[in-house]
């Protein structure tokens, strides 16, 4: 009975997520949905990357937390809009969550969404949200075991963030296993190893985030 019931559940974020697909695509808005630890940077990532935005493309984020608005109010003063989810305990974003926070949503002439998921590299690849891209974040001082261990994340993603670069001198991460680990998961996936600090390979992440706004652009 679990098990009809966990397909039934999946099922159903499936449509919704379809459905989300569309209204998205008919608004020409991109959308990114960032998946990774705890801790692994995204909200930095985020603010890097909205300012760098600023003025040339209209920008909105959901927010994914278990609890509190912390994130979101580091963001809201960078994007044109910034819509909370709290799950309460919920390990991950649903479609229909994200359906109901895009009807929050300040969204007149948005051309890119951020969704921050929870943090958590187990559900949020599961769930199909209605986004164009799934990215993975993972930071230097995780360790270079992630791929490994979490391959349905990766297996699902459309391009992966390494984060907190400039940390690597200080620990022992395997870049080169990382990079084997994920070739061998998802072969045609792109790797960005990036430092929010020193700005090291912010410009290919910058690069990937207006191909997709621009790329979404071209079917409306």
Not at 72 to 101: F, K, P, S, W, Y
Not at 119 to 127: H, K, S, T, Y
Not at 162 to 173: E, G, M, N, S, V
């Amino acid at each position: 009975m679990r098990i009809v019931l966990g397909k039934g559940l999946l099922a159903a974020n499936a449509e919704k997520a379809r459905e989300n697909r569309l209204l998205f695509t008919q608004r020409g808005i991109a959308v990114i949905n960032l998946i990774s630890s705890p801790g692994a940077g995204k909200t930095s990532l985020l603010e890097a990357t909205l300012a760098h935005l600023a003025g040339r493309v209209k920008t909105g984020v959901i927010e994914g937390d278990l609890y509190t608005a912390l994130d979101a109010r580091r963001l809201e003063d960078r994007a044109a809009d910034v819509v909370q989810i709290n799950t309460e305990g919920v390990c991950h974003l649903t479609a229909a969550m994200v359906e109901r926070a895009f009807t929050a949503m300040e969204a007149a002439g948005l051309e890119l969404l951020f969704i921050e998921n929870v943090g958590n590299l187990v559900c949020p690849a599961e769930f199909d949200l209605g986004e164009d891209f799934k990215v993975v974040l993972l930071s230097v001082a995780e360790g270079a075991d992630k791929p490994a261990k979490y391959k349905q994340s990766f297996a699902a993603a459309q391009a992966v963030v390494i984060t907190k670069a400039d940390l690597a001198p200080y620990t022992d991460f395997d870049l080169p296993g990382v990079r084997r680990d994920i070739g061998q998961i998802n072969p045609n996936l792109p790797v960005m190893v990036t430092s929010v600090r020193s700005g090291e390979g912010m410009e290919d992440w910058y690069a990937f985030v207006e191909r997709a706004v621009a790329a979404k652009k071209s079917v409306t």
